[in-house]
């Protein structure tokens, strides 16, 4: 048999009634910003994580103890090896990366493959707790392998024929 824990009534440390209402705003979606990209096809060839054009957020936290969930849904060529992240006011969150890949990379995927011909979705996150109460974020990608640079195309593939958008969400979350 479980265990039950049955009870009429919770009180406060104060005596009063304890209703729910003294947890606030914990684990509570507080805000949520948003954008889309147009879809047009930008190219990104470098070893360090790059900015992606119009995925950039300007973000004013509502508590300042409260954490940010990042997530990014890019479109993009599949080129060898393409490695994805965010920046707060331009420094790197995240991974820590090695030679071959870009530093600070969340995501980073092989296709075996140098071929630029293939679309790809990825979809990458990160939970950002005790970050600036206002900064600037933004999605980046790389495309490099042991020194050696790869054109990525985002929104689309080298063929320029299938256009696509990209994503980037901020939600603030509640401490």
């Known amino acids: 048999m479980a265990s039950q824990l049955k009870v009429d009534q919770l009180l406060n440390s104060s005596?009063?009634?304890f209703d729910g209402s003294q947890l606030g705003n914990v684990g509570k979606v507080l805000q949520v910003k948003h954008v889309n990209s147009s879809a047009t096809r930008y190219t990104i060839s470098a070893q360090e994580l790059t900015s992606?054009?119009?995925l950039s957020i300007t973000?004013?936290?509502?508590?300042?103890n409260s954490s940010l969930l990042l997530l990014a849904n890019i479109a993009s060529?599949?080129?060898h090896v393409a490695s994805y992240g965010f920046q707060s006011n331009g420094s790197n969150l995240g991974g820590s990366g090695n030679t071959n890949v870009s530093s600070g990379a969340i995501a980073t995927?092989?296709?075996g493959t140098s071929t630029e011909d293939y679309m790809?979705?990825?979809s990458y996150l990160y939970l950002y707790s005790n970050?600036?109460?206002t900064a600037t974020?933004?999605?980046t990608a790389a495309s490099s392998w042991n020194g050696s640079l790869y054109n990525l195309y985002i929104n689309d593939r080298v063929s320029n024929d299938m256009r696509s958008t990209s994503t980037f969400t901020i939600m603030e979350i509640g401490a």
């Open 120 to 122: 790809e979705q990825t």
């Open 137 to 139: 974020y933004t999605a």
């Open 77 to 79: 060529s599949a080129t």
């Open 15 to 17: 005596g009063g009634t």
């Open 59 to 64: 973000f004013t936290k509502l508590k300042a």
């Open 131 to 133: 970050g600036p109460t």
């Open 52 to 54: 992606i054009p119009e």
């Open 109 to 111: 995927q092989y296709w």
